[in-house]
């Protein structure tokens, strides 16, 4: 089975700090997708990626999968409070027996923005 | 915007009781799936539905079942309910192969 594994588990970071948070999987990735949790909600997509190489950005985040599609990273620029939360890296991995697609997800990342 | 609702927001439940989670999506997506998620162990998957009555099992499915009657709606059944359940649980939604999935705001299920 396909595990992922997040690093920092948490990060603590002061208001206008960059920060990067990462995504290590054991298995090739075929689809990496992001998503945000506020505190006792649900998830919000953020980003997929899907090939070697790929940066995608929006606002101030920008994730990439690494060439080996192994590895994903996540970087904010000038971390605000709005900014906290926990974010979750998941895989996709293909249910042959249906042809659809689940996700694996890591265990999230906790990240407070101290003002 | 995708809508992804769920039933309840908080549930509290007595050991035994047959629960009902149901989870509605309004954007016409074949497939839907519950999560239920505790610290330390993260989002693990319970079952999943990418069609009108089709059902597969997830990583943990022991203890529940599902019903996908209607494509909208995909109720999480909790058959006699025990407190090792208590979780958050939380649905989702996509359309089409690797489409990004949706989530709903979550329950949160206590049992006692």
């Known amino acids: 089975s396909q595990e992922l594994e997040q690093s920092p588990q948490s990060l603590i970071v002061q208001e206008g700090k960059n920060l990067t948070i990462n995504c290590t999987s054991s298995k090739t990735l075929y689809g990496l997708y992001w998503y945000k949790q506020k505190y006792g909600e649900g998830l919000i997509f953020l980003m997929m990626?899907?090939?070697?190489?790929e940066e995608k950005s929006h606002e101030k985040i920008t994730a990439k999968l690494d060439e080996k599609k192994q590895q994903s990273s996540l970087h904010i620029t000038a971390s605000q409070p709005s900014h906290a939360g926990i974010y979750l890296c998941?895989?996709?991995?293909?249910?042959?027996?249906?042809?659809?697609?689940?996700?694996?997800f890591g265990k999230g990342t906790k990240l407070s923005v101290i003002p | 915007d995708v809508k992804v609702t769920q039933s309840s927001r908080y549930l509290v439940k007595r050991t035994g009781e047959k629960v009902f989670l149901e989870c509605v999506q309004d954007m016409d997506h074949e497939n839907m799936f519950w999560y239920r998620q505790d610290p330390g162990l993260g989002l693990r998957l319970i079952y999943f539905?990418?069609?009108?009555?089709?059902?597969e099992k997830g990583d943990i499915p022991e203890g529940y079942s599902v019903s996908r009657e209607k494509k909208e709606r995909f109720s999480l059944i909790l058959e006699s309910a025990s407190t090792n359940q208590t979780s958050m649980y939380l649905c989702a939604s996509s359309l089409g192969y690797r489409g990004e999935q949706f989530f709903g705001p979550g329950t949160r299920l206590t049992v006692l």
């Open positions: 990626l899907q090939k070697g190489g």
């Open positions: 539905s990418y069609d009108v009555k089709m059902k």
């Open positions: 998941g895989a996709g991995i293909l249910y042959s027996g249906a042809g659809s697609y689940q996700l694996t």
